[in-house]
């Protein structure tokens, strides 16, 4: 199983490589992608790692207010999507 999380206040340079590497030292990161505007092409500055169950809780003390580029940045468990 796999568990999504949320991470908030990224850089706007921030990519999805850069986010899944800033993740990696901390548990196994299966996935990772920037949310970007549908019209620009821009980061939103926020984007979803989707990591292994055994280490999400892990990930989530160790790096919510880490810094990555310099920015503070904010992990928790991502919420499911609304209807």
């Not at 999380?5 to 850069?18: I, Q």
């Not at 549908?38 to 160790?62: C, H, L, M, P, Q």
Request: charged share 30%; hydrophobic share 40%; glycine share 8%.
């Amino acid at each position: 199983m796999a568990k999504t999380l949320y991470v908030g206040n990224l850089p706007w340079s921030t990519t999805d490589t850069v986010l899944a590497d800033a993740f990696r030292p901390h548990g196994a990161v299966i996935s990772s992608r920037i949310i970007t505007d549908k019209e620009t092409g821009r980061s939103r500055g926020f984007g979803f790692v989707e990591v292994e169950d055994d280490d999400a809780d892990k990930i989530v003390e160790a790096m919510n207010g880490a810094q990555v580029a310099g920015r503070q940045i904010v992990v928790n468990e991502a919420k499911p999507r609304e209807a």
